[in-house]
């Protein structure tokens, strides 16, 4: 027989138990990857920017926006402030199921600012690009 002062204990580890069974899991972040080529990027030409998202999570996540912003370059003479993204930020209306590749996004156009031409640096530089969803 159980001792009346480990009921309490007893109640809450169950209850416990229960709720984590019964509400699904926090939400994971969903996970933006861009699919298109952004390499060999060259003064005066734009790329558009394409890609998936994904959704590790067990319940379907909307999202509006996503944003883009390049944070750094494969040649430090040629930095991020060369850059734009046009398009940024952008409106989505998305319904984000669990799984890979579960939506596709596209709309966005990335280029090198007029005066990245008189860089050497700036021949050829591939961007790392940052993306934000909300």
Do not use: K
């Not at 416990?16 to 069974?21: D, H, I, K, N, Y």
């Not at 990027?41 to 912003?69: K, Y």
């Amino acid at each position: 027989m159980i001792p009346l002062r480990w009921w309490g204990t007893v109640c809450a580890v169950l209850l416990l138990a229960l709720l984590l069974l019964i509400v699904p899991g926090l939400p994971v972040p969903l996970e933006v990857r861009q699919t298109g080529d952004v390499h060999d990027l060259m003064p005066g030409e734009q790329r558009e920017l394409v890609g998936v998202i994904d959704n590790g999570g067990s319940i379907t996540r909307i999202t509006s926006q996503l944003s883009a912003a390049v944070s750094a370059t494969s040649d430090p003479g040629c930095g991020p402030q060369f850059f734009v993204i046009e398009g940024s930020p952008l409106a989505l209306e998305l319904a984000v199921a669990p799984g890979p590749e579960q939506a596709a996004w596209s709309g966005l156009r990335i280029a090198l600012r007029p005066e990245a031409a008189s860089r050497d640096a700036c021949q050829g530089v591939e961007a790392t690009i940052d993306y934000t969803l909300r």
